[in-house]
């Protein structure tokens, strides 16, 4: 497979595309001086406690408060908690956690009100950014997460992913970081760390420990509800997770994020270095590439497959619901079992890039076209759960309900993709009416009327629709005769078949248009 980043860099923001043979696959936007990103570390001030939901509101300086529950508080926010008292009141001890005494394991099953109190000061990070009218949800077992592995504060633990399956590769990363780890902090170890050597997982882990410690030295000057640490920006971010040798090239628009990007990847990936491409051609990014097309083509209610079949996506505020039609593709009353099961896996196919593409987190409701043998129904389960595996978000896939249905829950953190596909009409401005085309001529003539006796322009050329042309030029006694003897001078009309009926324009003898 062959992965590309396309990342277009614009006054608003950075749109960063990623291409898996030539597919567009997932697309994420980045706006410039947009706060509460995922990872992002506040000082929030706890606002209220609610018992009854075992949950507080925090303060981290967004319009609405931020929602922490007491299963996202962590094990050790005790821990967490006398750091914050220990900082903020000046107490020098160093900035990692060899001299701190680590407090007991909260209890699984308490109160909220045991741990927290209205007022409090206490680190908290972004585990969801703001969604639609709710605020960022929080977490403060917090994690600060590298290329190779995260480190976890107030913790000895050594964790590997589940995803490397030789025991001999776990061991031998595990004694690694055994070797190199401070005291008091515990390290997840991610998929792509197998087969990496010593100097590598040391050099990540350092730069892990180093950011920690500029959260520790900015905590005490910290303002309340403000942000004390904050995460790499989304381009940067996305290829720390995602860069591996399946990639090929990386292009990017300007010179200045080109820099930043080759540095960053220099530091984390030398050998992929040459990948990084500063793209200068002319014309813009995703066009060159293809991507703006397919961004069209793949949002909107509608989705057309190749094989003549399309998708109905719908979405709600509690769900989304994705419906399968076969259009035009038709078979054989003996085949229509086959066919509905061909039918199913291109949309299965489908379904898995437009969750990715979109972002759809939370409840997914696919009706598939009904398939009467278990052994297809099964068969369409497995290639759906088989294609969900390149979708880096966490997700749970149930069977085929007994009406045909499959249920998808996927994690969301950010707000959905959502692009307008659709544009204004220019004929109506989207009213869905025109101005009366009798009335047409009379505004044609009142203006060049005003044209040629009020500012006394020369040699002007009217630009008009070829059916509006037509009706001006031709015959003996045409309009454009009149008008010649009406203003002493010859008026040009020339066609524009791009115009809509009643759209015209006057341009002057410089060639510029003469704004009316």
Not at 396 to 402: A, D, F, N
Request: glycine share 6%; with cysteine; proline share 4%.
């Amino acid at each position: 497979m062959v992965k590309e980043l396309i990342i277009n860099s614009t006054p608003a923001g950075v749109t960063i595309a990623l291409i898996e043979d030539k597919h567009l696959v997932e697309l994420h936007k980045e706006q410039i001086n947009i706060n509460y990103a995922v990872g992002d570390i506040y000082l929030g001030r706890i606002k209220k406690i609610m018992p009854g939901l075992n949950a507080a509101f925090v303060d981290v300086g967004y319009e609405k408060d931020a929602f922490l529950h007491y299963f996202d508080l962590g094990p050790q926010v005790q821990s967490l908690i006398k750091l914050t008292k220990i900082k903020r009141n000046g107490s020098v001890t160093g900035t990692l956690l060899d001299n701190l005494k680590l407090e007991a394991d909260i209890n699984k099953a308490g109160k909220i009100s045991d741990v927290l109190s209205k007022n409090m000061l206490l680190p908290v990070q972004i585990a969801k950014e703001p969604i639609s009218t709710k605020g960022p949800r929080l977490s403060s077992d917090i994690s600060i997460a590298g290329r190779y592995v995260v480190l976890v504060p107030f913790s000895n633990t050594i964790s590997v992913s589940k995803k490397i399956k030789s025991n001999t590769e776990r061991n031998r990363l595990k004694k690694i970081i055994e070797s190199i780890k401070p005291q008091n902090f515990g390290v997840i170890i991610r998929t792509v760390s197998e087969g990496r050597g010593v100097a590598e997982m040391q050099k990540d882990l350092l730069d892990l420990i180093a950011k920690w410690e500029n959260f520790i030295k900015k905590m005490p000057s910290t303002e309340p509800a403000k942000r004390v640490w904050g995460e790499m920006d989304r381009s940067s971010t996305l290829i720390r997770d995602i860069l591996n040798p399946d990639f090929t090239n990386v292009y990017v628009s300007t010179p200045e994020l080109y820099d930043d990007i080759r540095s960053y990847v220099h530091d984390i990936s030398p050998e992929m270095e040459k990948i990084v491409k500063l793209y200068k051609q002319k014309e813009p990014i995703f066009d060159h590439f293809g991507v703006e097309k397919q961004i069209k083509n793949a949002f909107g209610k509608t989705v057309n497959l190749p094989g003549g079949a399309y998708l109905v996506v719908e979405h709600t505020e509690a769900l989304h619901v994705i419906d399968v039609n076969s259009g035009n593709r038709t078979a054989s009353k003996e085949n229509q079992e086959e066919n509905a099961l061909q039918v199913n896996k291109e949309a299965a196919k489908e379904i898995a890039r437009q969750l990715r593409l979109r972002d759809m987190g939370g409840i997914v409701v696919i009706d598939f076209i009904d398939m009467h043998k278990p052994t297809n129904r099964k068969m369409l389960f497995d290639y759906l759960r088989e294609l969900m595996l390149l979708d880096r978000a966490k997700h749970t896939i149930l069977p085929p309900s007994k009406f045909g249905l499959v249920q998808i829950t996927r994690q969301r953190v950010r707000p959905e993709m959502n692009i307008v596909t659709v544009e204004k009409c220019p004929a109506c401005d989207g009213t869905g009416e025109i101005k009366a085309s009798i009335i047409l001529m009379d505004d044609i003539e009142n203006n060049l009327n005003y044209i040629l006796r009020e500012q006394n322009e020369k040699g002007v050329t009217l630009c008009v629709h070829p059916y509006i042309e037509a009706y001006i030029t031709k015959g003996i006694f045409n309009l454009q005769r009149r008008w010649f003897f009406k203003y002493g001078q010859w008026i040009k009309v020339k066609a524009q078949s791009s115009y809509h009926l009643t759209e015209f324009h006057f341009i002057s003898a410089k060639d510029e248009e003469i704004k009316l």
